[in-house]
């Protein structure tokens, strides 16, 4: 929950140019996703750029009584090609549950928005040695929708103890548990799909990430809100 209109015509106008300006890297899709109400300014901002858009959340609701809830339909009015489903602030506090994620990917799906499924364990769970069996449980109701669906999904891995903390799981750690997603994808036909990392990501520390076999782009926090941060993270 970050921005103002002034802050991000800055930023925007930083990211746009730095993309355009060297050429959007080779293979890489670069995305933006703000909070609800700055939606209109950002799809007019990077309207013909090589930068898509999409929103932080989706409701799994299509319509009615659900007072405060944003639906993919109305996504769809902003060309929004992204959301943002089951991030771990919204796991943690707002507490939706995996099924409740998955309902919402299907929604996203229904209306030909890219959902951006976030798992990712707590550092109780690593330090009890629970970290691949919560990553399950979190990517069990998603996979159930079956190959079809979840081949047009993306996975971000997201450790919750390393958000916004300063920690950031080591290249090792973060590709144990990406190949784990990996095998799990393959296991229902969808090993294609991509698998980010979230956590703490900037541009130090990008380029060891992306080495990984396994871990093929990130789902960047505060990095995000500085243009040049952000902008050497997509090119790392």
Request: a negative charge; proline letters at 3%.
């Amino acid at each position: 929950m970050n921005g103002s209109l002034a802050a991000n015509e800055v930023l925007l106008k930083g990211i746009r140019e730095g993309v355009e300006n060297a050429g959007a890297p080779v293979n890489c899709t670069i995305a933006v996703c703000p909070s609800f109400p700055y939606l209109v300014q950002v799809s007019q901002a990077l309207a013909g750029s090589p930068i898509s858009w999409g929103a932080q959340d989706v409701s799994l609701q299509e319509s009615g009584a659900f007072t405060g809830e944003v639906s993919a339909a109305m996504l769809n009015d902003f060309n929004c090609a992204w959301a943002l489903v089951g991030h771990s602030e919204r796991r943690a506090l707002h507490g939706e549950t995996s099924e409740q994620v998955a309902l919402k990917a299907k929604a996203a799906l229904a209306h030909h928005i890219t959902p951006v499924v976030c798992v990712g364990e707590t550092l109780q769970d690593r330090e009890q040695g629970n970290t691949l069996a919560v990553i399950q449980a979190q990517l069990a109701p998603v996979l159930a929708l079956g190959e079809q669906a979840v081949n047009k999904m993306v996975i971000a891995y997201e450790p919750v103890w390393a958000i916004g903390t300063g920690l950031t799981a080591s290249p090792e750690q973060a590709q144990e548990v990406h190949a784990y997603i990996r095998a799990q994808l393959n296991a229902i036909g969808a090993g294609n799909v991509q698998i980010l990392y979230g956590g703490s990501v900037k541009a130090a520390n990008a380029g060891s990430l992306f080495a990984m076999n396994d871990i093929d782009g990130a789902l960047v926090g505060g990095a995000a809100l500085v243009a040049e941060e952000f902008l050497n993270i997509t090119t790392a």
